[in-house]
């Protein structure tokens, strides 16, 4: 089954190409990751599959629903969290609720009913009558991820949850997610250009200036684009040996890094040149190496 | 409904909790009024005297013609104020998170229209009251039940026109830096436009055109005629008409355009034809563009 069908979509904001005829597929209750660096284009495509953005071409279906057409049945079915808070600062989280459970016809006894079952996943009730300006980083996603799910959208959207979040709430956030994906029936969307946020998504789509440059699984996009290494602590000259040895290595950090197929390989590495190393580390691939090899350029800018 | 209740609330609510909000919604006011305490008034009041004599009421007279004044400046401020969280919610995003749910735009923009109608209302009838004790202490009479209720309308009517003028202004306006720029200029010449500074009848006759043809105008006299005739008839019971004519004219309690004078019907009209004019012209720039 599938939940959302992207075809061709093209997007232009006057002579700039924002999204260049990408398509993909996200099945139902899977979690789809997008990824990919700031002006990618993730949040223009978000903005359009939650029926905020008119596109230029292309169609797009929303659980069956033609984005363009049945916008109204799309919205009641979709929940989203946007990059920034949108919860009004001067109203309590309860009062935010309340308005936003009228837009989906949530009468207030089903909606306290509501807010009973979403607690059981984001813990919102111990400031659930506080103002939203007055909350923490951390809270204030909690709200606002109790918004998108007052209506218990078949599709969660997420646009960059965790950015600007210090890491503890960052791990809460990513907890609660994965709790939610895995005990409700929902599809999780998330965007994101965190790596380690994609690990276990099901699938990964990588847009880059608009263009979608690989998808597949993190395990596919992983063994597909980037290699294991080692990185090795010299102990003396290891590195006039190995270029007697003619082995390829790169110097990152003052660490030896020699890349490898497979980790045994690496192992056999390191017993050939043993005595010449003080420490260590073998290092699978991640998606970082999977960005940089495709793209040629690092995912986060440092 | 339930949308619409919920989302006027809404609106109130943030116009309400936020006291800046509030205070800078009567800025234009308070700051007409310090100017009438601290010397407008005591000009006014020598100028009549030396018009007219020392006749009884003159101060009943000069402070039911600047709360009149007063009035209708609020009813221009407050719904300006109200309708700040429609740019608000735009600039902050809030407006997206409308729209990604399942909600009638129509209904959403009317419920910026509705909060600006409520909270202008409840604002400026306040602000009758404390009107209507100033007026009191200042020589003057409460306004009986039918005044009153007349008063109330033309206010409302006054409401519903400037709000419907400034929605449509503010379906351009991007940013809250804009639009605290707009409430400046208009906090401004609000005092002007509404002949409140200086009486629109030494002003030249191009200026008082202008002035004449904007409902500004048009809801002033409307009130000033109401608030002061227990005034009137005290100040000029014993005068000429052609007294009564001079004053009307210099301090704005009748509307000419050219030659013709318009009357109370005109003047509602006005401020009717103005609200309906820039309603429909709302609709027309919603039907192609979001709010």
């Known amino acids: ?302 | 409904m339930t949308i619409l209740f919920q989302l006027v609330r809404r609106n109130m609510r943030i116009y309400l909790r936020d006291r800046a909000t509030v205070f800078f919604s009567f800025l234009s006011v308070i700051i007409i009024l310090l100017l009438y305490i601290l010397f407008l008034g005591e000009m006014q009041t020598d100028s009549l005297i030396q018009h007219f004599g020392d006749i009884e009421g003159i101060d009943w007279l000069v402070s039911a013609w600047i709360m009149a004044g007063i009035l209708t400046v609020s009813t221009v401020t407050v719904p300006l104020t109200v309708l700040g969280t429609l740019i608000q919610d735009r600039s902050n995003g809030t407006i997206n998170d409308f729209y990604v749910s399942p909600i009638n735009r129509k209904i959403l923009a009317l419920s910026y229209l509705i909060s600006s109608w409520i909270i202008g209302f409840v604002m400026v009838f306040f602000n009758f009251v404390i009107g209507q004790i100033y007026v009191y202490f200042n020589g003057g009479e409460f306004l009986h039940f039918i005044p009153i209720m007349q008063l109330l309308g033309v206010v409302m009517l006054s409401i519903v026109s400037f709000s419907s003028f400034f929605f449509y202004i503010s379906l351009f306006i991007k940013t809250t830096n804009a639009f605290s720029i707009l409430g400046t200029i208009v906090g401004t010449f609000i005092g002007f436009l509404g002949g409140i500074y200086i009486p629109i009848g030494i002003l030249s006759d191009n200026v008082q055109f202008v002035m004449n043809i904007l409902p500004t105008a048009h809801s002033v006299t409307l009130l000033r005629n109401i608030y002061m005739k227990g005034a009137i008839d005290v100040v000029f019971s014993g005068t000429p008409d052609e007294v009564f004519d001079t004053y009307s004219m210099i301090y704005g309690l009748e509307v000419n355009i050219g030659d013709f004078g318009l009357n109370n019907i005109h003047l509602l009209f006005g401020m009717i034809i103005f609200a309906v004019i820039f309603y429909i012209l709302s609709v027309i720039k919603l039907s192609n563009s979001k709010l």
């Open chain 1, 1 to 302: 089954m599938i939940a959302i069908k992207v075809d061709n979509l093209v997007k232009n904001y006057g002579e700039i190409e924002a999204v260049k005829k990408i398509s993909f597929t996200v099945e139902k209750n899977s979690f789809f990751a997008f990824l990919g660096p700031n002006g990618a284009g993730k949040s223009t495509t978000i903005n359009i599959i939650s029926t905020l953005l008119n596109h230029d071409d292309g169609d797009i279906s929303v659980l069956d629903n033609i984005v363009g057409k049945n916008d109204s049945e799309i919205r009641s079915k979709i929940g989203v969290v946007f990059q920034n808070s949108m919860l009004d600062d001067l109203l309590t989280v309860k009062e935010n609720l309340i308005v936003r459970a009228s837009f989906y016809s949530i009468d207030k006894l089903r909606l306290l009913k509501r807010i009973e079952e979403i607690n059981e996943y984001l813990e919102i009730n111990s400031f659930l009558n506080q103002r939203y300006g007055e909350l923490s980083g951390g809270q204030r996603r909690k709200a606002d991820i109790a918004r998108a799910l007052i209506n218990w959208p078949e599709i969660l959207i997420l646009d960059e949850p965790t950015t600007g979040l210090d890491p503890k709430s960052r791990k809460d956030i990513w907890e609660l997610i994965d709790k939610l994906r895995k005990e409700k029936e929902v599809t999780i969307f998330l965007t994101t250009h965190y790596m380690e946020e994609v690990l276990d998504a099901n699938k990964v789509v990588i847009i880059d200036e608009g263009v979608i440059v690989a998808q597949g699984s993190s395990e596919e996009l992983r063994l597909k684009y980037s290699k294991d290494r080692v990185k090795i602590i010299p102990n003396n000259n290891l590195e006039k040996i190995l270029k007697e040895d003619k082995i390829d290595y790169y110097i990152m950090n003052d660490t030896i890094n020699i890349t490898v197929d497979g980790c045994f390989k690496g192992i056999d590495i390191v017993e050939k040149y043993r005595e010449h190393i003080r420490e260590f580390e073998i290092l699978r691939g991640d998606m970082d190496d999977v960005f940089l090899n495709i793209t040629g350029r690092k995912l986060v800018s440092e």
